[in-house]
């Protein structure tokens, strides 16, 4: 499960960098505190279907698009 949460929060940085948004930024887009978008990024928290969705929302990506690829 970790390894998938690892990847997640990589797939999760790449999207966001993409778009130039620093990490606080985004964060606070999404209504979420900057520490805690670190650990979904580094893949050390399990996150929520609603966290997910508000940041594939900010993302403009679907939920599933941020789960392709992902072993």
């Keep these: 499960m970790q390894s998938i949460l690892i990847e997640l929060g990589n797939r999760i940085r790449e999207l966001r960098t993409k778009r130039g948004l620093s ?4 964060a606070d887009s ?3 505190n ?10 050390e928290t399990n996150l929520t279907f609603a966290t997910l969705y508000i940041i594939s ?3 403009e990506v679907s939920v599933s ?6 072993a």
Excluded: D, N, P, Y
Excluded at 34 to 43: A, P, Q, Y
Excluded at 65 to 70: E, H, Q, R
């Design 23 to 26: 990490q606080e930024a985004f």
């Design 30 to 32: 999404c209504g979420i």
């Design 34 to 43: 900057r520490s805690h978008m670190g650990e979904v990024e580094r893949g």
């Design 57 to 59: 929302q900010k993302l």
């Design 65 to 70: 698009a941020l789960f392709k690829g992902i």
